[in-house]
């Protein structure tokens, strides 16, 4: 049992370990994913989240979307608001999204998660990029 308990603590750290890394910390030409680790977020009706800070990417850069969220039957977007200003966006309405947005520009994004619905969901999973 404390192995068990040790391991999943040693999980925990390394997580953690990788979200509290520092987005400029990463060359520009280092090919390096980057997790924010897990996320769990409660969303208010016809609202929307930041998650964590502005990243800087490259044109080619994909952030990666693995989340589930309850109501399953809520309509949800999972994207990026890009150096332009514009909001690009995947949507989900099954509960669960698994998919890719692949940046074309470099620059500064900011990750958002969007609730279309008239009610509060929760959202939980993992970002990474």
């Known amino acids: ?25 990463i060359e520009d030409n280092a090919v390096v994913p980057f997790a924010f ?28 979307f693995d989340c589930d969220y309850v109501p399953t039957s809520a309509s949800v977007d999972f994207g990026v608001v890009a150096p332009d200003g514009k909001f690009y966006s995947l949507n989900s309405t099954s509960g669960h999204i698994n998919k890719s947005i692949e940046v074309s520009q470099r620059g500064q994004y900011t990750i958002v998660i969007r609730n279309k619905e008239s009610y509060e969901i929760t959202v939980a999973g993992e970002i990474n990029f």
Do not use: E, T, W
């Open 1 to 25: 049992m404390r192995f068990k308990r040790f391991c999943a603590m040693l999980l925990v750290c390394a997580l953690l370990g990788c979200a509290a890394a520092p987005a400029g910390a």
């Open 37 to 64: 680790g897990s996320l769990n977020h409660r969303i208010g009706k016809n609202d929307f989240i930041y998650v964590g800070q502005s990243i800087n990417l490259n044109k080619g850069n994909k952030v990666a």
